[in-house]
């Protein structure tokens, strides 16, 4: 049974950090690329960032891009979203997912579609 558990989020003043973590289970973790998308109340699901298995290939939505980083350690079956600077407009919840395709174009990997698995989602809230 595949599992995939979001870290606790949390309440941050704005500018603030957070580092989410998404541990992985029941499947061959580095065969898969890894995202991490949110939803704000009253909105659709947004990509937010991907990371292929060798990490050669990451994207990132263009609004979070130089606050937001994201990583994997493949040996602890983990993915990271660290997110600095963080507004107001990136509360949301925050899903983890996964899925075995290959990611070298952002459009692909913002696709919901494409992932297989997802994690319950954690709550980011940024006050200002």
């Known amino acids: 049974q595949v599992q995939l558990v979001e870290s606790e989020g949390g309440l941050v003043q704005a500018g603030g950090s957070l580092r989410l973590s998404c541990a992985a289970s029941?499947?061959?973790?580095?065969?898969?690329?890894m995202g991490w998308f949110r939803q704000a109340p009253g909105k659709e699901r947004e990509f937010v960032a991907a990371i292929n298995w060798s990490v050669d290939n990451i994207h990132y939505l263009d609004s979070v891009k130089g606050r937001f980083t994201i990583s994997r350690d493949n040996a602890k079956n983990t993915v990271y979203l660290q997110m600095n600077s963080l507004k107001p407009k990136d509360t949301a919840v925050y899903y983890c997912a996964a899925g075995r395709f290959p990611v070298y174009v952002r459009t692909i990997a913002a696709e919901p579609r494409r992932y297989d698995y997802w994690g319950q989602g954690t709550q980011v809230t940024v006050s200002s």
């Open positions: 029941g499947l061959t973790f580095s065969s898969y690329t």
